[in-house]
Each structure stands twice: as structure tokens, then as C-alpha cells.
């Protein structure tokens, strides 16, 4: 096997010259785009704080919104035990009457006036089968395809 020897008339330039001029057009490189990556992330977080803005002031008129209904509304009488009644026989023994309406007060609110409440029934969990929330982020964590 014999050994090429490619000539060609490139010759690198090894000059103070050309190496400071590379390294400083390098440097303003990477400073531009550093600029035009600040401006992109400002003009994107002025886009997102607005819309959250937007949200902050939905969430404080639905507040006030409620607010209005427990002024109106005594604790006694609210406006889900009208919109959804819960007779006695729907709520199983064991859950006071004032957790019914606390819980018929939540889907008014959630629903609005058409919304009806037809059985309220608590969840009985074996402590044994439950896990931690941490244990099953974790396993979720370990356990997701690829």
C-alpha cells in the first residue's frame, strides 16, 4: 500500500493577525446571539405574564362573584340547596347535613343552576391497597415507555 500526499496550494494562516480577528468575530458572535435569545425569552414572558394577568383577573371576578352569594346567601341557605336538592334517603347515614350542602354548594358553583345532585356517597379506601403519592410518582417515573 503506498502513501498519498495530497499538495494543494491552501496554506493555513498562522498569522496574529487572522487568529485575533477569528477570535474577535467569534466573541461578537456569540454576543448577538445571546442578544436576539434575551429578546426572544422577554418578548415570551411579556406574552405569557399578560395571559396570566388575564386569568389572575377571571379568577378574582369569579371571587367576587362569590363573594356577592355569601353576602346574599346565609350559611344556612344556600343557593346549590335550591338549584340541586339532596333529600335525606340520597345521603347515606354518617355525612352531616352540612357536608351535603358544602358539597351541593361546590356543583352549583361548578355547574351553575341546572345542575342537580342525585347521590352523594363516600369512597372507602383499603389503607392497605393505597400507596404514597411519592411511591407512585416514582413508580409512574420508573415504569413509562421509552
Request: no cysteine; proline share 6%; charged share 20%.
Amino acid at each position: 500500500m503506498e502513501l498519498f500526499a495530497l499538495k494543494t496550494s491552501i496554506v493555513p494562516d498562522g498569522s496574529a493577525g487572522f487568529t485575533s480577528t477569528l477570535v474577535v468575530a467569534g466573541f461578537f458572535g456569540v454576543l448577538l446571539m445571546l442578544i436576539i435569545l434575551i429578546l426572544v425569552l422577554g418578548a415570551f414572558s411579556k406574552v405569557l405574564s399578560k395571559t396570566q394577568m388575564k386569568k389572575g383577573k377571571k379568577k378574582e371576578e369569579k371571587a367576587i362573584m362569590t363573594e356577592d352569594l355569601k353576602v346574599v346567601s346565609p350559611f344556612g341557605a344556600t343557593p346549590a340547596a335550591v338549584a340541586s336538592p339532596v333529600s335525606q334517603d340520597t345521603a347515606p347515614q354518617g355525612i352531616s347535613e352540612e357536608i351535603v350542602a358544602a358539597i351541593s354548594a361546590a356543583v352549583y358553583m361548578m355547574e351553575g343552576e341546572g345542575a342537580v345532585v342525585k347521590s352523594i356517597t363516600p369512597i372507602r379506601q383499603n389503607p392497605i391497597k393505597t400507596r404514597n403519592p411519592w411511591a407512585m410518582a416514582a413508580i409512574s417515573q420508573n415504569t413509562k415507555p421509552f
